[in-house]
């Protein structure tokens, strides 16, 4: 029987932005591969009323066209009008206007089995009102910022915590996730873990001295890859770096902090140990990893972040702090560490390496975390043993089993 699936997703990545939400793109590419099953997307793209929509940031995505083929999916770039540094609490009201007549349409040449919303917002919000006027199910799923952020939100906590009431399922992308979900007032009993992919065959041990020679670099390299905002805390390991004479700092990443981080790597007399790279395009990432002795990302909060996976994949240890699912991936394989460094809990699966530490989000603690990795030699098999139940593959059949429920096509468990 053909399930036949609308993805509903503000997250997902086009020809100016290719790394955008590129994980939901590979994940509905996964679904689309499976035999019967039909993937289309509706991608939305906020753009401002004129003159604002004359911006640069909005005048490429304008260029966009409304339905192309990405990758072997059809998708559809509607636009919705937005206000920007205004909010998002217009967002589900403009967005809903203006997708559903498209939407309309689509289910009625082929109609629809189950809404997947990749986004709590706006998307839920959306997938909600779209699900009232097909009469079709749909899910969210839960990935961040989106519980930790518009969850709590003034503006549009209300909107999420009803998106999520009124979900035939819910996802969580870890358990940390699911439980914050419960923690805001969603019914545990909807949510699933479904934990996100990462390519194993592109992201991969490399030879380590090849890799530097390739950004010219030599000795330590410490790599962090993120958006440049504040919830990543990038401005830590500037800090750190002080307390680490040898090492060189890669950003990976785009964002509205650049400046800023510029100016305090001047400050501190490291400006020329960091290098800002900027946005780095996907199919050069594995090469990036493979360069850094350590992969470095002290957030505020994450789900399960990508950049975890994608290092751990090519074999290169992780300093993260305890947030999100990072102790579904590192406690029973590498070590916590107090604010001092000092070794809490011992590591029991990389003997005489570290495959990640959990690290508090101070720079005098990842001073101290990272001085102590950079003289270790890991085993770099043995860490990427640790993402290898990560597989896209596993990821798509966790959900199509998933969204079949949903849909009445296969019987709950």
């Not at 003034?154 to 969580?172: F, N, P, Q, W």
Request: aromatic share 6%; glycine share 8%; net charge positive.
């Amino acid at each position: 029987m053909t399930l036949r699936i609308l993805t509903l997703s503000t997250l997902f990545p086009d020809m100016t932005r290719p790394n955008f939400g590129i994980f939901v793109e590979r994940q509905a590419r996964e679904l689309a591969s499976r035999e019967g099953i039909e993937v289309t997307v509706v991608a939305p793209l906020g753009i401002p009323p004129w003159p604002l929509s004359r911006h640069s940031r909005y005048a490429s995505l304008l260029r966009l066209p409304v339905e192309e083929r990405w990758r072997d999916l059809t998708v559809h770039r509607p636009r919705f009008p937005v206000i920007p540094r205004v909010g998002g609490a217009l967002h589900v009201v403009n967005m809903t206007r203006a997708i559903l007549p498209l939407v309309r349409r689509l289910h009625e040449k082929a109609p629809f089995d189950v809404i997947d919303a990749s986004f709590f917002y706006p998307d839920g919000p959306v997938a909600q009102r779209l699900s009232r006027k097909l009469g079709i199910p749909y899910s969210v799923k839960a990935r961040g910022a989106d519980i930790h952020y518009w969850g709590r939100n003034a503006a549009t906590r209300k909107a999420v915590l009803a998106a999520g009431k009124g979900a035939a399922g819910l996802l969580a992308v870890s358990e940390a996730m699911k439980r914050s979900m419960i923690a805001l007032g969603m019914d545990g009993e909807k949510i699933r873990v479904h934990y996100t992919g990462v390519d194993l065959d592109r992201f991969a041990p490399q030879d380590r001295t090849a890799a530097k020679a390739h950004f010219g670099v030599t000795g330590p390299v410490i790599l962090s890859v993120g958006a440049l905002i504040p919830r990543k805390g990038q401005d830590l390991l500037i800090r750190a770096l002080p307390a680490l004479p040898t090492a060189m700092l890669l950003l990976a990443g785009q964002g509205p902090e650049r400046s800023a981080l510029e100016q305090l790597a001047e400050e501190l007399g490291v400006g020329n140990r960091v290098g800002l790279l900027g946005t780095v395009p996907h199919d050069h990432l594995p090469i990036l990893y493979n360069a850094a002795d350590v992969m470095a990302l002290p957030s505020a909060s994450e789900g399960l972040a990508n950049a975890w996976l994608q290092a751990m994949a090519c074999g290169t240890p992780i300093a993260i702090t305890d947030v999100g699912g990072a102790r579904e991936l590192l406690i029973d394989a590498g070590s916590a560490l107090d604010g001092k460094g000092t070794a809490l809990v011992p590591n029991d699966v990389c003997p005489g390496s570290e495959a990640g530490i959990l690290v508090e989000r101070t720079s005098d603690a990842f001073a101290s975390a990272l001085g102590k990795m950079l003289v270790q030699t890991p085993d770099r098999i043995a860490i990427r043993k640790r993402a290898m139940r990560f597989t896209w593959a596993a990821n798509g059949d966790a959900l199509v089993n998933y969204l079949r429920e949903l849909a009445g096509q296969l019987t709950s468990r």
